[in-house]
């Protein structure tokens, strides 16, 4: 039986080559030289990255929603509840925000999430091979502005405005490849469920997953950590990216062999599973000794590499325990999400980290909690878990 179809694989394929090209932008090219960049850009982005995480990141789950379900009243109410939460990013963070940086990243990242709107639309209509191109089209041309500016042939600028200016061009494309005679008859018809505003935060809430982590601990980094914040970011981002790729990749598959199943059905916990955690830490080595030996302006020691690689293990699994826990429990994955968060703040603040190191061991406690906590509602049964409905 076929576990998944070709223009699934094909998504699949546009995520991995997208997830490559923003490695290389994020973390090759500011080891090479651009980590100031890199820092300035994540200071810059502090603001459009919350609201990245905590909001784009449920525009899969509500496209589809407002598409089949909830139509126009579902639209409609779901840009009122993303702009109450602009208006609160903006007055809770106005302390963090570095004018007009921070303000155009926010602008940045509002056009991505209408970007990914219209991907969905793209995916509905089975244009499987143009969705994958429209999404490639944003990470690289903010790489081919930060590759030219590297090599000396074009003055410098902040990258918050290669952000913009890619984010624009990638939007225009995806205006012009629209079908808006399409889109205006599929949000027209009469709702086949009311969208109410439980519906719609519920849906915003239960979309929140570990980025919204990094992101925060980006921020707290870029306050008190002791070294430029780039510097964290691309040791972040090189043990977060390897496995939220791999497990982007292979959670469709996982997605496709449920349903192949008749129903939704995920063993939690298995040998794949762990076997995909034991490749992302393998993965994690070679990248890390490779930025440490020719990387210029930071510097990563061995232990660090390490511990790295072990996190990239660790998210692995609790990716595949969240997307499992999100089919079945989703108010129980939120709140092991919560519980983490809070269990890394206050070891934060107990410990008071300042270099790299001491973050990473914090974000290892937090995913720790994580798992840990998981295996305590399972009791530790984890290899027999029934599928009940998401009940």
């Known amino acids: 039986m076929q576990i998944i179809g070709s223009k699934s694989l094909i998504l699949a394929l546009g995520s991995i080559l997208t997830a490559g090209i923003n490695f290389y932008s994020l973390v090759i090219l500011p080891a090479y030289g651009e980590i100031h960049s890199l820092g300035s850009f994540v200071r810059h982005n502090y603001l459009g990255g919350l609201y990245l995480y905590g909001v784009v990141s449920s525009v899969g789950v509500l496209g589809v929603y407002i598409l089949s379900v909830g139509k126009f009243v579902a639209l409609y109410r779901y840009i009122l509840a993303s702009l109450a939460i602009i208006f ?134 870029g306050h008190f950590g002791t070294s430029d914040v780039g510097e964290y970011a691309i040791i972040q981002k090189m043990y977060s990216s390897i496995s939220i790729s791999i497990f982007s990749s292979v959670g469709i598959l996982i997605v496709g062999e449920g349903v192949s199943k008749g129903g939704y059905y995920f063993l939690l916990l298995n040998k794949k599973i762990f076997f995909v955690g034991f490749v992302s830490a393998l993965c994690v080595l070679p990248l890390g000794l490779i930025i440490s030996s020719v990387g210029k302006g930071m510097e990563i020691d061995f232990k660090t590499i390490f511990v790295s690689s072990l996190l990239a293990f660790m998210l692995s699994v609790c990716s595949f325990v969240n997307l499992g826990l999100s089919i079945r429990r989703p108010f129980l994955a939120l709140g092991l999400l919560i519980g983490s968060f809070i269990f890394y703040l206050i070891s934060f603040f107990i410990s008071s980290p300042e270099v790299p190191f001491a973050y990473l061991l914090n974000a290892g406690g937090g995913l720790g909690f994580y798992l840990l906590s998981f295996l305590c509602w399972e009791r530790l049964k984890i290899f027999n878990v029934k599928d009940d409905g998401g009940s």
């Open 88 to 221: 609160l990013i903006c007055t809770a963070g106005a302390g963090m925000a570095e004018i007009p940086w921070s303000y155009i990243c926010l602008v940045a990242t509002i056009f991505l999430h209408i970007i990914g709107l219209l991907q969905i639309v793209l995916i509905r209509q089975g244009k499987a091979v143009l969705a994958c191109i429209s999404l490639m089209l944003q990470p690289m041309a903010f790489a081919l502005f930060a590759t030219i500016q590297y090599f000396g042939w074009i003055n410098r600028f902040e990258w918050s405005l290669f952000y913009l200016i890619s984010c624009l061009i990638s939007f225009l494309f995806y205006f012009a490849c629209a079908d808006w005679s399409w889109i205006r008859k599929s949000i027209a018809g009469k709702p086949v469920e009311f969208a109410n505003w439980g519906s719609i935060i519920s849906r915003m809430l239960l979309s929140i997953s570990f980025p919204l982590f990094f992101q925060l601990e980006l921020i707290l980094f």
